[in-house]
């Protein structure tokens, strides 16, 4: 059963920096790609960034030169460094994993920033 963990959220002064980290597990098979994407509270799930097999990557608009997502195949791991938080970064982040037609999704990791 292929399955994917959060780690590294946690509460940021604006300004700060986070690593988010992501390891999968129960699959032989490199997933076509990974990414993240985030929840705040009375919205609705958004994209935030994606990496391919191939190294390609994209991002929101809103994050774009304030965060790096990179991915480990050796360790079935994606990170997302986050620099320069702000209060509206505020949300629960998941990862996510396309494998063989199907986006596995992790349990979330809560990212606050304080102003």
């Known amino acids: 059963q292929v399955q994917l963990v959060e780690s590294g959220g946690g509460l940021v002064q604006t300004g700060g920096s986070l690593r988010l980290s992501c390891a999968a597990s129960g699959s032989p098979f490199r997933f076509a790609y990974m990414g993240w994407y985030r929840e705040a509270p009375g919205k609705q799930r958004e994209f935030v960034a994606t990496?391919?097999?191939?190294?390609?990557?994209n991002y929101a608009d809103s994050v774009k030169g304030r965060f790096t997502i990179s991915r480990d195949d050796a360790k079935n791991a994606v990170y997302l460094q986050m620099n320069s938080l702000k209060p509206e970064d505020t949300a629960v982040y998941y990862c996510v994993g396309f494998l063989q037609g199907t986006n596995y999704w992790g349990q979330g990791t809560q990212v606050t920033v304080s102003s």
């Open positions: 990496v391919t097999s191939g190294g390609n990557t």
